[in-house]
């Protein structure tokens, strides 16, 4: 996160703590909303409540996945493509995203090995919640408390 590209403000900032409750608890409920509708598809469309090791390791993906596609909505105040994310940044996520996958599709002790289309469903659920979902959610709420 150090060596991240985002855009500084123009103005010195001022630590309103109320503020940045406000904005992460209403994107806090958003995640865990979020995870409850991708644990509801694992269980009842990939049938993972038969087999508590393989549901063990879809929560792994819905939660390592969200909070790593997470990292591009909080980096900036505005829509997250505002700004490019630094390379080392991008590469990292990139590579904790390939080696949590192929962990969870090839399993280790502890986290029983799940089907791909599992994995690649919980990407694309947690793109589209983190990136499209959370985003809007976190600009109009932002909008809202700076128009106060």
Avoid at 27 to 45: K, P, R
Avoid at 88 to 111: E, F, K, N
């Amino acid at each position: 996160m150090s060596t991240d590209h985002v855009r500084w403000s123009k103005n010195p900032d001022r630590w309103d703590v109320n503020w940045l409750v406000k904005v992460s608890m209403v994107l806090g409920i958003a995640v865990v909303l979020e995870s409850l509708v991708i644990a509801y598809f694992g269980v009842n469309y990939f049938g993972l409540l038969g087999n508590l090791s393989k549901l063990h390791t879809f929560g792994f993906d819905i939660l390592l996945l969200s909070g790593m596609f997470t990292i591009f909505v909080v980096r900036e105040r505005g829509h997250f493509w505002k700004s490019r994310p630094s390379n080392v940044l991008l590469v990292a996520i990139i590579a904790d995203i390939i080696l949590s996958s192929t962990i969870s599709i090839t399993g280790i002790p502890g986290l029983a090995p799940i089907p791909a289309i599992d994995v690649l469903s919980v990407i694309g659920f947690s793109v589209i919640f983190s990136l499209i979902v959370n985003d809007f959610i976190k600009v109009i709420t932002l909008k809202r408390l700076t128009s106060k």
